[in-house]
């Protein structure tokens, strides 16, 4: 099969050959068919490129053009640990498959680009020079929109050593930026229309329907829905989206032109259909039916807002007249951790499809202060725990990231 080059953004470590996993998984290609395992050292550490075989083209734009944390795929052309040995790699390529870029019409660029530091004008030109010497293009040169681009990446583990600690030459499969990075900046919160003291930030949002699977016609739950982040991203990969929110208020908005709505509107998205409804009392609320394919949700912890669900701490509540039911914001009490994750569970249970995916945050504290059962994943006889990835926060806290799936032969 072709082989590619995929080039990671420095963020979000952990997440990085989670998420393409995952997106693999969802094209139905085996992970450990497209790439060889890496030590756990590379996935963590500032390994920012993977070598992978994919079928087609078509697919390597599909990688690119999904994921967050690609920055791009190249066509993998030659490689390595000098330039001697990329010469030598370069030197190898066939006439045919050149013969389409040997083309006196074809207009071009080569980009060099330095990772794990910082390349200066002079070396860049040094490094263009020294590979045009191998594959000498005879169309012009056009920075601007180019019919094709080709990249020369000078990658070393120490940004203190100059000298290189791996080459690689490849061509830009598309003339398009990765719209996973686009849609990052796009929908970032300094910039959106509504939101509340919890809203999740828009780039681990993206990344949870990259985990959810999230495709055209999906069918998405947030029960703990808040300014609706998660939906809106999982809108822009064509999913039919519903939120259940217990408060009332925060589904209404703050104002006239101001709620949950607003923030898709502003990216020209699909309106999700929002429901008043307490998580905790699902099995009342809905019919008992396996109707999504995936639920993805920021549960409330008690860590930046305290869950709440139904019901008074008092023994007598007196009935609410009926001049005042209109606008009456029923009471709520408590909600422990502990039964947030056993509802969420028990609904995913119920209402997720053979196969579907529930997606949600968990954090927890770390170090010697924090309890026997802190961060504990819990599980449930029709979950499958698929994985379970960790965002530092800071020295005291950690943000896990579930997924588990439907097995595909429990009923709904």
Not at 26 to 32: H, K, N, W
Not at 329 to 354: F, G, K, N
Request: with cysteine; aromatic share 8%.
């Amino acid at each position: 099969m072709p082989r590619y080059l995929v080039t990671f953004v420095y963020r979000l470590l952990d997440f990085r050959f989670a998420e393409l996993d995952a997106i693999l998984d969802m094209l139905c290609l085996d992970p450990a068919a497209v790439y060889a395992p890496s030590p756990p050292e590379i996935r963590l550490n500032n390994y920012s490129h993977l070598l992978v075989d994919l079928p087609s083209e078509a697919v390597a734009v599909e990688i690119q053009q999904r994921a967050v944390l690609v920055e791009s795929v190249l066509e993998f052309w030659g490689e390595g640990r000098t330039y001697e040995e990329l010469d030598a790699s370069l030197l190898s390529l066939s006439d045919d498959f050149l013969a389409p870029y040997m083309r006196p019409e074809m207009t071009w660029s080569l980009m060099v680009a330095g990772s794990g530091k910082t390349l200066s004008m002079a070396a860049q030109d040094t490094a263009r020079y020294r590979v045009l010497a191998s594959i000498p293009f005879p169309g012009p040169i056009q920075l601007k929109q180019p019919q094709e681009t080709f990249w020369l990446i000078d990658h070393v583990a120490n940004d203190t050593d100059t000298t290189p600690d791996h080459l690689y030459f490849g061509r830009a499969i598309t003339s398009r930026a990765s719209r996973g990075r686009e849609r990052v900046g796009k929908g970032d919160l300094k910039r959106r229309a509504y939101l509340g003291p919890t809203s999740l930030d828009n780039e681990l949002a993206l990344l949870m329907a990259s985990f959810a699977q999230i495709r055209p016609g999906t069918m998405v739950l947030d029960p703990f829905v808040g300014t609706g982040s998660i939906l809106v991203a999982c809108t822009q990969f064509g999913a039919f989206c519903v939120g259940t929110d217990i408060d009332i208020r925060v589904l209404r908005g703050k104002e006239e032109g101001r709620n949950v709505y607003a923030n898709f509107a502003q990216y020209g998205l699909r309106y999700p259909e929002l429901v008043r409804s307490d998580n905790a009392l699902y099995v009342g609320h809905f019919r008992q039916v396996a109707l999504y394919d995936a639920i993805v949700c920021d549960p409330p912890y008690g860590i930046r807002a305290g869950a709440r669900r139904s019901g008074s701490r008092r023994e007598q509540v007196r009935p609410v007249p009926a001049h005042l039911r209109a606008d009456h914001i029923p009471q709520t009490r408590p909600y422990p951790m502990r039964d947030v994750l056993e509802d969420l569970l028990q609904v995913a249970s119920t209402a997720l499809r053979a196969g579907g995916r529930l997606v949600y945050l968990l954090p927890c504290e770390v170090g010697p202060e924090a309890g026997p059962e802190e961060g504990v994943v819990p599980t449930h006889a029709a979950l499958d725990l698929v994985c379970v990835h960790e965002q530092k926060l800071n020295s005291k806290l950690v943000r896990k990231m579930v997924v588990m799936q439907k097995g595909e032969r429990t009923g709904g």
